[in-house]
């Protein structure tokens, strides 16, 4: 546990350890190296069983006291520490030992304690540390407490405990408050100093709690009326902690040290009433203290952005939160059990089994037992994590020098050997501080709405005043738009009325004109109507007649139908008649042509004739052109009296040509016998000259030859 003091002493160096967390936080990155230093194996003499045994570095089993949260991972070794002091020979020792030489000599150079077993025979033990009954309390602190109170202000729990007989000096060394002498101030006080010398009280914190216990009960020394305080155990993280127990915080040494003086009335009051002394009682001092990591905690005035700034109050402050024990043992003699000491055996049993389930414990410990009785007693529970748990431990085994209590001496010796075998794994505490961020935020949060209120109300008394101008700019636009409503109406009705006047003069003067006009048009249309009425009855008769017209006109009409009607059947006829009239047409068309060539055959017989005749003598009918006359003479003669065929024939012989120009010619006797024929042929009822003979007739009466009769 210490090696003598200054840098090379066997307790770690406050910035010599290297430690890992056991939270679930991301694990830190320390700047801390391991020097764990196990100390040398114990020394024992040759008749010892443990002689060259070594302690060695020892895993946590899992069956160790600190088995739980040993588990999580693997911490830094850290075997108990043990010292053991020598307590000053006193008043009573002085006389009664006088002849007698002190059971333990001490070789504090070589660390080594020697156990006289009689006049000639030694035990040899070694330890950590050997302090002589010169020792000061402050190199007692220094050397057994200080590595583990800095240990503690850098996150590891610790444990400091002082183990031995009755009256050796463990409140001595543990509690004294150094009232009378400074220099006399024990363990607790010394280490709330350092301690409270190293935190920042804004933002680190220091709890107390001080209790006893006695008969396996455990008593609230800041609070006596809390007598029964029930230990919880966190099965995961294998810490231990007292809810019920009183949490004082202390801010400085003068509250701490009333806390404990208040704490040491209440063990003597409460010892009192239940008859016993305090050597009968374990007291226990628990030091919470709980540290933020500097260069973690958010920044505050000196950010830059609103975004940093942001980032850094979102992340939770690390902090590190190591908890110090320190335990005043009850006297390690065991009481007796026959009651002569006025404790029943029940009692005697009650108040010895925390203190032989510890020594149980830890021997099963030293011997890397399978099975460690950490359930066995309240007192090992509560210190499940200073012997094979995750606490830097350190022993301060006390022993008088008086050789009638040699055998308690050895006693405390062994107990302190085995405890020097035990090795912790120091883990770490540190985590994110959640609750703490949570704090600052709600702070935050507070401030916020604060600032919102604040910013709220000022908003609504802008919003008000706005409000107000906003109306009354309202009230005069309101108030000017009615002024000039108002005008315009005026404006408006005093031009109405102005145009009404117009109007009516306009309108007066219309009436006058129009009165004039109206006369001269009155007389115009008066005219006007009687010329149209004269027209009118003109129209009228004229309609009259002209009804009468067409009633005559549709008489007519009807007249001229009928005989349309008539015509038309005449037409019928007539053209049925026509039609045979180009038929006999037809026929007698060709009856003349044949005429014709008989009559041109005949002119030309008629004219061969003449010419032979002239040839030849007189009886010859005068020729030339008298041959058709003679040639019809003769046709005539032939016919006799009236045969139609031979006028027809002469007819179709000569030509109608032919005869009709006999009918000019200078001859009247050609003339009249042409005429003959053709009246003969007319006669004859030759359909084709029905019509011819009124020509032939006409051309006779004309010529006055023809006489029909
Ligand atoms: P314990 O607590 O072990 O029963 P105490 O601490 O009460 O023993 O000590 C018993 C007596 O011995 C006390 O009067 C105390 O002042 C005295 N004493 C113990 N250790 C020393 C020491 N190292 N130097 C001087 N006096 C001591
Ligand atoms: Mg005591």
Not at 18 to 30: E, I
Not at 175 to 198: H, S
Not at 225 to 240: C, F
Not at 359 to 388: M, Q, Y
């Amino acid at each position: 546990m210490a090696s003598g003091g200054g840098n090379n002493r066997n307790g770690t160096h406050r910035n010599s350890l290297k430690g890992t967390t056991t939270t679930s936080a991301a694990s830190t990155d320390k700047p801390l190296s391991v020097n764990s230093n196990p100390s040398k194996p114990a020394f024992k003499n040759k008749s010892s069983p443990l002689t060259g045994a070594s302690s060695g570095l020892r895993k946590s089993s899992p069956g160790s006291l600190g088995g739980g949260a040993a588990k999580d991972d693997a911490g830094v070794p850290g075997r108990v520490r043990v010292a053991v002091r020598l307590r000053p020979r006193n008043a009573e020792e002085s006389v009664a030992d006088a002849d007698f030489a002190d059971c333990v000599e001490l070789q504090p150079e070589l660390k080594r304690l020697k156990l006289r077993k009689n006049n000639w025979d030694t035990d040899t033990y070694e330890f950590d540390e050997v302090l002589t009954e010169f020792a000061s309390q402050k190199r007692v602190y220094e050397v057994a407490a200080k590595p583990v109170v800095e240990g503690v202000l850098d996150g590891y729990n610790g444990t400091i405990m002082a183990y031995g007989q009755t009256g050796t000096g463990k409140t001595y060394t543990l509690g004294r408050l150094g009232e009378e002498d400074t220099a006399n101030r024990g363990i607790m006080v010394r280490a709330m100093e350092d301690i409270l010398a190293e935190v920042s009280p804004e933002i680190d914190s220091v709890l107390v709690s001080y209790l006893q216990l006695y008969m396996e009960s455990l008593q609230d020394l800041l609070d006596p009326t809390n007598d029964n305080i029930s230990i919880v155990e966190e099965p995961k993280s294998g810490d231990v902690s007292l809810p019920g127990a009183t949490l004082v915080e202390i801010r400085d040494q003068q509250s701490f040290l009333e806390l404990l003086r208040l704490g040491e009335a209440h063990r003597h009051a409460a010892n009192t009433k239940l008859n016993t002394e305090s050597s009968r009682s374990h007291a226990l001092l628990m030091v919470h203290v709980k540290r933020t990591v500097k260069g973690r905690e958010p920044a505050h005035s000196s950010d830059n952005g609103n975004s940093t700034s942001m980032a850094r109050s979102l992340r939770p402050p690390l902090v590190r939160k190591g908890k110090l024990v320190v335990v005043d043992l009850a006297g390690s003699e065991r009481i007796d059990k026959s009651g002569s000491d006025g404790h029943t055996r029940e009692e005697a049993k009650s108040i010895n089994l925390s203190l032989s389930a510890l020594g149980k414990c830890i021997n099963a410990l030293a011997e890397n037992s399978a099975h460690v009785p950490v359930r066995d007693s309240k007192l090992t529970r509560l210190l499940r994590d200073s012997f094979g748990g995750t606490a830097r431990t350190s022993l301060v085994i006390t022993v008088g020098p008086s050789p009638r209590h040699r055998g308690e001496t050895a006693s405390t010796i062994m107990f302190g050997q085995r405890a020097m075998k035990v090795e912790n794994m120091l883990k770490l505490k540190e985590e994110f501080d959640y609750k703490s961020l949570a704090r600052r935020l709600d702070i935050q949060l507070d401030k916020l709405i604060m600032e919102h209120e604040r910013k709220q109300k000022a908003f609504e008394v802008e919003i008000e005043r706005i409000t107000a101008e906003a109306q009354n700019r309202i009230s005069e636009a309101e108030r000017n738009y009615a002024d000039a409503v108002e005008k315009e109406r005026l404006k408006y009705q005093k031009d109405y009325m102005e145009s009404i006047k117009k109007l009516e003069e306009k309108w007066m003067m219309n009436q006058q004109n129009q009165g004039n006009e109206r006369k001269e048009q009155m007389v115009h249309i008066a005219e006007e109507v009687a010329e149209v009425k004269k027209l009118l009855s003109k129209e009228t008769s004229l309609r009259k007649a002209a009804e009468e017209e067409v009633d005559n006109l549709k008489s007519q009409l009807a007249q001229l139908k009928m005989s349309e009607a008539l015509a038309n059947s005449e037409i019928l006829k007539l053209q049925k008649m026509v039609e045979d009239e180009v038929c006999q047409k037809e026929k007698l068309e060709g009856e003349i042509s044949m005429l014709q060539s008989q009559l041109l055959h005949l002119s030309f017989e008629a004219d061969e004739t003449r010419k032979r005749l002239d040839r030849g003598g007189p009886g010859k009918v005068p020729g030339g052109l008298d041959s058709p006359v003679s040639q019809v003479r003769s046709q005539l003669k032939d016919s006799g009296n009236g045969e139609k065929a031979s006028v027809a024939k002469l007819f179709e012989q000569v030509g109608l040509q032919k005869i009709l120009s006999l009918l000019e010619a200078e001859d009247a006797d050609v003339r009249i016998h042409a005429v003959k024929v053709v009246a003969n042929l007319a006669a004859e009822g030759c359909c084709m000259f029905s019509g011819f003979s009124h020509l032939v007739e006409s051309n006779f009466s004309m010529s006055g030859i023809f006489n029909p009769t």
